[in-house]
C-alpha cells in the first residue's frame, strides 16, 4: 500500500468508493477540505482520506444571569458566529456538548439556533507535538 495526494483524475475512483457509504459525498474541489490522501494497493484506490476545516462554538455563558440575558447574550454570540463563518467560506458550526451539560441548554441549542444531532457518534483525537 502507499500513500498519495489526491489527484483530481482519482474523483471518479472516490466516488465509486463512497457509493459503500450512507451519505452525502463531498465537494473535494472546496478549499475547506485542506488536505485529500488516496491509498493505493496494487494501482487500485482502497482508501480515502481529508482534513475538514471546521469552527467549533465554544460558548461560556454566566449562570447568574437572568434567562433572558443568557438566552441575548447567546443570540449575539451565534450571529457573530455565523458571520464570520460564512467570511471564511465555512459551511457549518460545530458544538462539542459533554455528559453534564444541562439538557435544557442543549434543547436551546437545537430549537432557537439551529444545532442538530450528527447522525453518528463525534470522537475526537488530542494530539500532543
Same mark, same amino acid.
Given at each position: #500500500?502507499?500513500?498519495?495526494?489526491? &489527484? *483530481? ?15 452525502? #459525498? ?12 488516496? %491509498? ?5 484506490? %482502497?482508501?480515502?482520506?481529508? *482534513?475538514?476545516? *471546521? ?52 434543547? %436551546? ?7 442538530? &444531532?450528527?447522525?453518528?457518534?463525534? *470522537? ?6
Amino acid at each position: #500500500m502507499i500513500f498519495r495526494e489526491f &489527484k *483530481l483524475e482519482d474523483l471518479e475512483s472516490v466516488q465509486e468508493l463512497h457509493k459503500q457509504f450512507n451519505y452525502p #459525498m463531498i465537494d473535494v474541489t472546496n478549499p475547506i477540505y485542506l488536505t485529500k490522501g488516496i %491509498i493505493e494497493s496494487n494501482g487500485k484506490i %482502497i482508501a480515502f482520506g481529508t *482534513l475538514k476545516l *471546521l469552527a467549533e462554538a465554544i460558548t461560556l455563558v454566566d449562570y447568574n444571569a437572568s434567562p433572558l440575558i443568557r438566552l441575548n447574550a447567546l443570540k449575539s454570540l451565534f450571529e457573530q458566529a455565523k458571520f464570520r463563518t460564512r467570511i471564511l467560506g465555512l459551511d457549518e458550526i460545530i458544538a462539542c456538548v459533554y455528559n453534564d451539560t444541562p439538557k435544557t441548554f442543549i434543547k %436551546i441549542l437545537e430549537q432557537e439556533f439551529g444545532f442538530s &444531532k450528527c447522525a453518528g457518534q463525534v *470522537l475526537t483525537q488530542r494530539l500532543s507535538w
